[in-house]
Every structure is written in structure tokens, then in C-alpha cells.
């Protein structure tokens, strides 16, 4: 008899697990709170869908080089369907800055750094609609979730069995083999587990920024803007900013803010500021000037970013059994990286690999979620250690009387003025450094290569001067300059800091 499984959540984590098993000839149920996609287009998808389960859906997106490989050699067909939708590859040549398109020579492993972009909606649209296609899945739309149904094996470890599931108002038992949570950061699952004494542990940091996103769409007849010296992602410290683009002539721009910056946090979500904002910086300007493109949607705030990584095994042994939780249900990122679909996708292949190597409930906890922990604890370690620098970055420069000390300060020079000139200026860096980040090497295992290092320190010997055409143009206007012109204080902030 064929193991009876349950996907609690339709979003990508979902989705990813739902084609990962079905194509090894699983056959499964998903269980989504929202309703299914529109039928028409991916226009309307954006416009109409409701997924309440998703608080990110209309927030930028685009799926780093590790998951566009994952497409490409297992689901070829969809990735017809998801180009054929206006989904776009960005290859890594296309993402050179300007000053290393001359010098470049592509190299074979190039094709492996491709990012496919489009609205998260289209992206979800396409996606739903190819794997409510396969053989083995079945959706069940409108199911909320209520609860978890538990045993405890003759060892007296917690084994699920099945969720507590409303539909149509009418409440019922729906028994399962396995349980699988890609309900995503607001499933209650383990909490539930907990409270029957699962003892499941969890780190957390704040990831100390919010994030605002607007949606435009290019006026017919007009390209996008060329790429120049100028990036079109950058950081002003009090400030980030970052060019998405998207599908069928559409783009987002994503702006976000330290926690700490009061002031802007209330300002920016009014969309005559976002746009002031976007006309100040440099690299975005020319994309929402009014002779470009027109907005197409307010501007979607979200709050309340934090990393978190739970632990269901102790010692060795799993705190639960026939219960598997991926995606954000189990470790959440910051949406600043782009890894949260990687994360899923990755997670959603270890999960199929383990179910097919055994069937003891034990070793399939165990192997799980070594699986993540060797694919993806480094890059989780990685990204919450950058956030913990930023968000001291962003206190001290609210602190008038904070003066950084030598270490603080060869640090900076070191990112600034070494590691950001040398991959400018160098093609092999910047392929080296771009593998790290879209998560097809180990994080920063580029900057462990000697003959790396070497032309790192190299750069920084050289000096700032001689280095100077290895620096973006300024990337906007200081603090100060911009909250004037937007007509908000500078200094709120700086003294709600100081007094707290």
C-alpha cells in the first residue's frame, strides 16, 4: 500500500515538494487555505489572486541560479511554460557591470548562474497550473488547517498522523503517513507540537530592515532602461534600493529601511514618497521616471523580518516522527538575499532523496534534516551574520557621538575599499563571488581561495586613487539631503536613539 501523504500549504514550498515527489511516483494531497489561480492570464493572476496564506505574493521575486538549475534539469517543460508566460533568464553575462562587459570570455560553468525572474504571482500562476497537471497530485483549495493529530510510537517519541482539517465550515480528521508543513513563517504546526510536548527548540534574529515594494509597467514602445556604471541595487546605508525586473513589460522596485529609521518607516509607504525617493536615486531613476513606465499598485509594506532556524532533532534523536516541515515552517530568512524559494526547493529535493532511500520514520527524521543542515547552515549563518552588522551599522549612524574603532574601521575599508573594487574589476572574482551568492558553491568559500585573496589584497594595496575607476558613481543623496527633501526630520531618530 502506497504511503498516504499530506501537503499542508500551496505556496512554492509546496509546490516544489509536490513536483519532487510526484516525480519520483508519490502520490499526494495539498492542502491550500486560498483558492486556486485564475484561469486566464498572468495579468489577471496579479491583479485578482487572493492568497492570504502568502503575505509576500506582491513582493519582488526572482529565483537565484540554484533553483533556476533545479527547473532546467528536472522540469524542462515547465520552464517552456514559465518562459512562454513572459518569465524571464537573466544569464550572468547580462548582470556584468559595465566596466567588466569588454574583458569578458564565457566559461562553461556561466550557464549555471542564470536567475529567472518574473512577479511572484506569475511565477506561483504558472507553477500551480503545471502541477495540478502531474499524475499523483491532487489540490483541495478553501482547507484550513486546524490542527495536528499526534500518537506516541511504543518509545513514546510523537508521531503525526494526520491534521485536523475545515472546509466549507464542515471540520473533519484527515489521516496521513506523513505530514509535510510548507504552510510557510504563520503555520501553527509545531507550535501545536509543542504544546503535546515535542520539545522543539528554534534560534531567532531580527533581520533588522523593512521591506516596501511598488509595482510599474513600461508604456508601450519603450525598453528598459540601459544598464550603466550606476547599478540598479545599492545601499546608502540608511537605505536600500533594488530593480526587479519582471514579466510581460513589468518591474518592481523594492526600497528597504532599518528598523531603527522611525521616520522613513512612516513616510515611505504613501506612493508620492516612494516615487520621490526612486527619482533621488540614480540607479532606479530613469525606470520610474513618468516618460518610462507608470505604477500599476500601491506600495506593499512588510515588517516583522526574522531569521529562524528550528531544531527537530536532539542528540540524534527526532523530536517528532512522519512530520516534515520546509520552507519558512522550518527556516526563515531574510527576503533581502533572495533565498527563501532556494531554500524550498533545495529542502524539497532532500525530503524526496530521503523518503526513497528508507522507510524507517527514525533515520528519515535524522537524514532530513542533516540534509539541510549540510545544504544549507552555512548560508543561514552567512546571512545572519551580515544582518547583525547591519543593523549595528544602521544604530551607530544614528549615534552623533559613535566614532568607530581600528578593527570597525579595517573592517569597512576591507569590504569597501578591497573585496567590492577587486570583483568590479575582475571577471573571475566577480564569476567566483556570484556562485557564493546564488548558492551553487558554499558561501564566501571564494574568498577562501588563495589565489583569490591575493588579488583582493592586491586591490586594497593599490589604493583608493588608483583604484577610483573600480567605484560606482554615488549611488544618492546622503541622509540628511534626502529626509529634507522628502520633508521629514533627521534628527527624530537620532535622538529617539540616543535617549533609549
Known amino acids: 500500500m502506497s504511503e498516504r501523504i499530506l501537503v499542508v500549504g500551496g505556496g512554492?514550498?509546496?509546490?516544489?515538494?509536490?513536483?519532487?515527489?510526484?516525480?519520483?511516483?508519490?502520490?499526494?494531497?495539498?492542502?491550500d487555505r486560498d483558492p486556486p489561480p485564475p484561469e486566464t492570464s498572468a495579468d489577471e493572476a496579479f491583479?485578482?489572486?487572493?492568497?492570504?496564506?502568502?503575505?509576500?505574493?506582491?513582493?519582488?521575486?526572482?529565483?537565484?541560479?540554484?533553483?533556476?538549475?533545479?527547473?532546467?534539469?528536472?522540469?524542462?517543460?515547465?520552464?517552456?511554460?514559465?518562459?512562454?508566460?513572459?518569465?524571464?533568464?537573466?544569464?550572468?553575462?547580462e548582470g556584468l557591470p559595465v566596466?567588466?562587459?569588454?574583458?569578458?570570455?564565457?566559461?562553461?560553468?556561466?550557464?549555471?548562474?542564470?536567475?529567472?525572474?518574473s512577479r511572484?504571482?506569475?511565477?506561483?500562476?504558472?507553477?500551480?497550473?503545471?502541477?495540478?497537471?502531474?499524475?499523483?497530485?491532487?489540490?483541495?483549495?478553501?482547507?484550513?488547517?486546524?490542527?495536528?493529530?499526534?500518537?506516541?510510537?511504543?518509545?513514546?517519541?510523537?508521531?503525526?498522523?494526520g491534521v485536523k482539517v475545515e472546509i466549507d465550515g464542515e471540520t473533519k480528521d484527515w489521516m496521513a503517513d506523513i505530514v509535510i508543513d510548507a504552510a510557510g513563517k504563520n503555520s501553527q504546526m509545531i507550535e501545536w507540537l509543542n504544546e503535546r510536548g515535542a520539545g522543539i527548540t528554534e534560534e531567532a534574529e531580527r533581520a533588522g530592515i523593512l521591506y516596501f515594494t511598488r509595482h510599474?509597467?513600461?508604456?508601450?514602445?519603450?525598453?528598459?532602461p540601459a544598464?550603466?556604471?550606476?547599478?540598479?541595487?545599492?545601499?546608502?546605508?540608511?537605505?536600500?534600493?533594488?530593480?526587479?525586473?519582471?514579466?510581460?513589460?513589468?518591474?518592481?522596485?523594492?526600497?528597504?529601511?532599518?528598523?531603527i529609521e522611525m521616520e522613513m518607516r512612516r513616510a515611505i509607504v504613501r506612493p508620492e514618497t516612494f516615487d520621490a525617493i526612486c527619482a533621488m536615486l540614480p540607479g532606479i531613476a530613469s525606470w520610474t521616471s513618468p516618460e518610462t513606465s507608470r505604477p500599476v499598485s500601491r506600495v506593499f509594506g512588510m515588517g516583522e523580518l526574522i531569521s529562524r532556524w528550528r531544531h527537530m532533532v536532539k542528540d540524534g534523536e527526532p523530536r517528532v516522527l512522519n512530520f516534515f516541515p520546509l520552507g519558512d515552517s522550518v527556516i526563515r530568512t531574510n527576503p533581502l538575499y533572495g533565498r527563501g524559494c532556494s531554500f524550498a526547493g533545495v529542502a524539497a529535493e532532500a525530503l524526496s532523496e530521503t523518503l526513497a532511500r528508507t522507510d524507517n520514520p527514525?533515520?528519515?527524521?535524522?537524514?532530513?534534516?542533516?540534509?539541510?543542515?549540510?545544504?544549507?547552515r552555512q548560508h543561514y549563518d552567512d546571512m545572519v551574520k551580515q544582518d547583525l552588522a547591519a543593523t549595528r551599522r544602521a544604530k551607530n549612524a544614528l549615534d552623533p557621538d559613535y566614532k568607530p574603532g581600528v578593527k570597525a574601521r579595517?573592517?569597512?575599508?576591507?569590504?569597501?575599499?578591497?573585496?567590492?573594487?577587486?570583483?568590479?574589476?575582475?571577471?573571475?572574482?566577480?564569476?567566483?563571488?556570484?556562485?557564493?551568492?546564488?548558492?551553487?558553491?558554499?558561501?564566501?568559500?571564494?574568498?577562501?581561495?588563495?589565489?583569490?585573496?591575493?588579488?583582493?589584497?592586491g586591490t586594497w594595496a593599490r589604493g583608493k586613487k588608483r583604484n577610483a575607476d573600480l567605484y560606482p558613481p554615488k549611488l544618492g543623496p546622503g541622509r540628511e539631503e534626502m529626509y529634507r527633501s522628502l520633508g521629514i526630520s533627521p534628527d527624530a531618530d537620532r535622538l529617539r536613539a540616543k535617549s533609549a
Not at 544598464?227 to 526600497?255: E, M
Open 216 to 224: 510599474y509597467r513600461l508604456h508601450d514602445g519603450k525598453s528598459e
Open 99 to 117: 566596466s567588466l562587459k569588454d574583458s569578458y570570455q564565457p566559461v562553461p560553468g556561466d550557464k549555471d548562474m542564470t536567475i529567472l525572474t
Open 120 to 161: 511572484r504571482t506569475t511565477l506561483e500562476f504558472v507553477m500551480r497550473r503545471y502541477a495540478a497537471r502531474q499524475q499523483g497530485i491532487r489540490f483541495v483549495t478553501g482547507a484550513l488547517v486546524r490542527d495536528i493529530l499526534t500518537e506516541h510510537d511504543a518509545g513514546g517519541t510523537l508521531r503525526v498522523t
Open 227 to 259: 544598464r550603466t556604471k550606476i547599478p540598479g541595487a545599492g545601499d546608502l546605508g540608511f537605505i536600500k534600493y533594488g530593480v526587479f525586473p519582471a514579466d510581460n513589460g513589468c518591474f518592481s522596485i523594492t526600497l528597504a529601511v532599518p528598523e
Open 410 to 457: 579595517i573592517i569597512k575599508s576591507f569590504a569597501e575599499d578591497a573585496i567590492m573594487p577587486a570583483i568590479r574589476g575582475d571577471v573571475d572574482l566577480m564569476r567566483a563571488f556570484m556562485r557564493s551568492f546564488h548558492m551553487v558553491d558554499a558561501p564566501n568559500t571564494w574568498l577562501r581561495d588563495p589565489r583569490n585573496v591575493t588579488k583582493v589584497l
Open 12 to 31: 512554492i514550498a509546496g509546490l516544489w515538494t509536490a513536483l519532487a515527489l510526484a516525480r519520483t511516483g508519490r502520490e499526494l494531497t495539498v492542502l
Open 362 to 376: 527514525r533515520e528519515r527524521a535524522r537524514q532530513y534534516h542533516a540534509r539541510l543542515a549540510k545544504e544549507l
Open 47 to 93: 491583479e485578482k489572486w487572493e492568497r492570504k496564506g502568502v503575505g509576500h505574493l506582491r513582493h519582488s521575486h526572482a529565483f537565484l541560479a540554484r533553483l533556476h538549475i533545479l527547473i532546467r534539469d528536472h522540469y524542462p517543460d515547465l520552464m517552456e511554460e514559465l518562459l512562454a508566460a513572459g518569465c524571464r533568464e537573466l544569464t550572468f553575462a
